[in-house]
């Protein structure tokens, strides 16, 4: 089945605690990004990862690093958390990136809840 | 980057009525998207308009596309306590940014 697999969908943890959640995708895509949504601030984009060894700053990268390594994972990690960063994260992924085709739909993962405190 | 903005923020209507969503945004697109998000879970990407498109069917859901107004509308129609969720718009063009930026959403609850 052709999926977005976050990992873990539950976390609390404690300040500082460096910690990283996992994106894996099985349909080759080549475009893979994450968000944060958090009440009354929507969806916002933290990275995005045209391809193997190709990452760019979304809207809100402060306190995160991402890699991509291989193409079909592309980690979350949060070197130092703060409560700051308590949110709901999505990992999605796309065909292709949106100037070579544009309206590649996006698909989402079922999201990590993290709890800094 | 291209950000649609939904309206109404929340709407609630009886299982059975058609419920209509706009979005707005601001410049040229190449095609805009409609999402669902169910509480707590990912976006389930629903259908895309391409810009030279006016309206598009899939199952209960009728999309249409008014570039002249920069806007779109999703009917879902004879709707069903399932369709409780909210729902984005992500309008793209090539001449973008690499992503996609959502709103905040229009929250739709199906009353049984």
């Known amino acids: 089945e052709a999926q977005v697999t976050q990992n873990p969908r539950y976390l609390i943890t404690v300040t500082g605690k460096k910690l990283t959640v996992t994106c894996s995708q099985n349909?080759?895509?080549?475009?893979m990004s994450w968000y944060r949504q958090d009440p009354g601030l929507g969806l916002r984009q933290i990275y995005y990862s045209m391809n193997v060894e190709v990452t760019d700053k979304g809207d809100v990268p402060e306190g995160y690093k991402v890699s991509r390594k291989e193409k079909r994972n592309f980690p979350l990690i949060l070197e130092s958390p703060s409560p700051n960063q308590t949110s709901l994260y999505f990992c999605?992924?796309?065909?292709?990136?949106?100037?070579?085709?544009?309206?590649?739909?996006?698909?989402f993962g079922n999201g990590t809840r993290l709890t800094v405190t | 980057s291209q950000q649609g903005e939904e309206d109404p923020q929340a709407l609630s209507i009886q299982e059975g009525e058609n419920a209509t969503m706009n979005c707005s945004y601001k410049?040229?697109?190449?095609?805009l998207q409609w999402y669902r998000q169910n509480s707590g879970r990912g976006l389930v990407h629903l259908i895309l308009?391409?810009?030279?498109?006016r309206e598009k069917h899939s199952g209960r859901l009728r999309v249409t596309l008014d570039t002249s107004k920069k806007s779109s509308s999703l009917l879902i129609t004879a709707s069903r306590a399932a369709d409780t969720a909210s729902y984005f718009c992500a309008p793209s063009s090539i001449q973008g940014a690499q992503k996609l930026v959502f709103g905040q959403g229009t929250r739709l609850t199906i009353n049984p």
């Open positions: 999605a992924s796309s065909l292709g990136t949106f100037r070579i085709l544009p309206g590649s739909p996006l698909h």
């Open positions: 410049t040229s697109i190449n095609n």
């Open positions: 349909m080759n895509h080549e475009y």
């Open positions: 308009i391409r810009s030279n498109e």
